[in-house]
């Protein structure tokens, strides 16, 4: 008969945190009565004394037990970042009345409640703890309104007295107008109402024109009115008028006609668009005479590159500058400040240069290697490679013809070389491929071509089952040739060829 062998005790200590060490001591005595449970009340802990299987058992045991009850009310102290504890805790109590909040310092509460409710005691506090946003400046704009005919304190005064937002200072025969962009435009309308002079006062007006000559304008306006004095500054189509408010307020509302928009000057009655005419906004549109309208509505290439180039050259002088080339046209619409425009056409002008036209007769002859060999087209790429039938200058110390290279001499003239050619024509030594004519303008590329047009018929055969295809192509036979000549300031005309 065999004896089981002896199973050896151990004796390990379990910490409790949510229960009594008593109540955990009863729990386990009733499941595992074989172990010896020992309570430590100061420690709150529980002496077991049992197999290593039992202790497994109890730790189970123990981790289900030790947990606290989530409806227990908890105790948590909460920090404050901005906002003083004793008005936050006041608040808050409003909030929760049930929930205990206690002030644990200048920037601490206490806080005792259930923990749904501690939950949102948290996110209330987040809330209330959190720094007020900022609000946005609200916007400001300023202004300046002459006055010609009122007295200007008693215009400011009385703009201040009908809009309490807006601040009106007096500076010589004007006033400076800020506050709010709404408050601006009507207390703009009202000084312009409170400066209208008396029916037969004369005063002198401006008037800046967008869209029609000054000069044009300004014959209307004498017709019209012959005791007004006109005066037209061309250069930055405007008109000075010195006339009666009657007279004024007539040649106002004509000229707005006239150029399509609201037109007015420094204080115009009744006019509350216009514009000064000295400083501001002009149009004036420049036809150039060198570029060549765009193909399918497109903007004209060289008008593009102007109009490029001046933006970039007057970027920093003339900021206000702007330049557009509409489809399909030769123009550039010029917008800015008069002294921004005067420069972009003074440079315009001189970008604006036409280039001449090059006729070129070309002839492509074929020759045989023998002949061409015998003309000197054939000379070792070791030499030189660019053929020019140009004459080299004389040597200036022996008066003998240059050389080209420091290898032979080369007096032959293109008048010589053309009628060397013509004769091998005559012998049936060369053939006349094509002769044609090319017009071109100086630095813009032209094409040739000298051949004809091979069709080949081809056949595809698949694999089995499957039909035999036949297609045409086409083949350019003959030389191709890319041809730009450019015009020197002497007039000399340099031509380059490129094969294709």
Known sequence: MQSQPRVQSQAVVFALHAISASRAAAVLHGLYPHARVRVDSAANA??????????????????????????????????????????????????????????????????????????????????????????????????????????????ARAVERAYPRVRALVSGGSILLRGAPEDISAAQALAHQLDRPAGMTRYTQIYRLHAVAASSVGALVRQAFPHARVVVDASLNALSVTASAQDQQRIA???????GQTSGGFG???????????GGGNVAVVT????????????????????????????????????????????????????????????????????????LDTEVLEVDENVARNLGLTISPAVFSTYTEMTPPSDPTTGQPGRLGGVQALTRTPLQFTATLNALVQDGNARVLADPRIATLSGRTASIHAGDQISILTQTSGSIGTPVTQQLQTFNTGVSLDITPIVGPTGLITVALHPV
């Open 46 to 155: 529980v002496v077991v004394v049992a197999d290593a299987r039992d202790l497994d058992a109890m730790r189970a045991v123990i981790s289900g037990i030790d947990v606290r009850d989530p409806r227990a009310v908890r105790a948590e102290v909460l920090p404050l970042d901005h906002g003083r504890a004793a008005t936050v805790a006041a608040q808050l109590r409003r909030v929760f009345p049930h929930a205990s909040i206690a002030v644990a310092g200048a920037k601490k509460l206490l806080v005792r409640a259930d923990p749904h409710a501690l939950t949102e005691v948290e996110s209330v506090l987040h809330g209330l703890d959190s720094v007020a946003a900022t609000p946005a400046p609200a916007p400001v704009a300023a202004t300046a309104v002459r006055v010609l005919a009122a007295n200007p304190r008693d215009v």
């Open 253 to 259: 509302t004509g000229i707005a006609q006239l150029d």
């Open 268 to 278: 115009a009655p009744g006019l509350r668009g216009a514009t000064p005419a000295y």
């Open 288 to 359: 150039l005479d060198a570029a060549m309208p765009g193909l399918n509505d497109a903007p004209s290439t060289s008008a593009s590159d102007i109009a490029s180039a001046v933006q970039q050259a007057l970027g920093t002088l003339a900021p206000d500058l702007h330049l557009a080339v509409p489809q399909n046209s030769n123009q550039i619409v010029l917008t800015g400040d008069p002294s921004s425009i005067a420069m972009a056409k003074s440079l315009i002008a001189k970008l604006d240069a036409p280039k001449p036209l090059v006729e």
